[in-house]
């Protein structure tokens, strides 16, 4: 989100508007957009304010106040799925997230995850050094 106009500006293109100039003709005489004019005035207009508001911080994370368990939780079921420790979080927690969540929020706190189950190792058969070279797979009978 960008910066808010400076308290400056925004006295000078209302003292521009009460002197009688029009909207357009403020907003290009300041470089500004003749949206940000109006809504300046409007908000004079309906709440006497003529000063910038406050950024907001925006939403908190879901998970935020579940760190701490989340942590310990990890750290006893190292091995523990994503899909685990969702389900987890929905019985003792009583709290419901998707997988997209939970990774994000063991990514932000720097945890190990698990993605899914171990596999079985694949069957890929032996190469020899000279064939692996070259990408082809050797013949072992």
Same mark, same amino acid.
């Given at each position: 989100?960008?910066?808010?106009?400076?308290? %400056?500006?925004?006295?000078?293109?209302?003292?521009?508007? %009460? @002197?009688?100039?029009?909207?357009?003709?403020?907003?290009?005489?300041?470089?500004? @957009?003749?949206?940000?004019?109006?809504?300046?005035?409007?908000?004079?207009?309906?709440?006497?304010?003529?000063?910038?508001?406050?950024?907001?911080?925006?939403? &908190?994370?879901?998970?935020?106040? +579940? %760190?701490?368990?989340?942590?310990?939780?990890? /750290?006893? +079921?190292? %091995?523990?799925?994503?899909?685990?420790?969702?389900?987890?979080?929905? /019985? !003792?927690?009583?709290? !419901?997230?998707?997988?997209?969540?939970?990774?994000?929020?063991?990514?932000?706190?720097?945890?190990?995850? &698990?993605?899914?189950? @171990?596999?079985?190792?694949?069957?890929?058969?032996?190469?020899?050094?000279?064939?692996?070279? @070259?990408?082809?797979?050797?013949?072992?009978?």
């Amino acid at each position: 989100m960008g910066k808010p106009y400076s308290q %400056d500006l925004r006295e000078r293109v209302i003292a521009t508007v %009460d @002197s009688g100039t029009r909207a357009c003709a403020a907003a290009r005489l300041f470089l500004v @957009s003749v949206s940000y004019v109006s809504k300046v005035l409007g908000r004079r207009r309906t709440t006497g304010e003529t000063t910038a508001r406050v950024g907001r911080a925006g939403r &908190k994370p879901k998970l935020a106040t +579940h %760190d701490e368990a989340l942590r310990a939780r990890v /750290a006893a +079921h190292p %091995d523990a799925t994503l899909e685990e420790l969702q389900e987890w979080l929905a /019985a !003792e927690r009583k709290v !419901e997230v998707s997988i997209g969540c939970l990774w994000n929020r063991l990514k932000f706190l720097k945890l190990p995850l &698990k993605k899914s189950r @171990s596999a079985l190792p694949s069957r890929i058969g032996r190469m020899s050094l000279r064939l692996a070279m @070259s990408g082809v797979r050797a013949n072992l009978t």
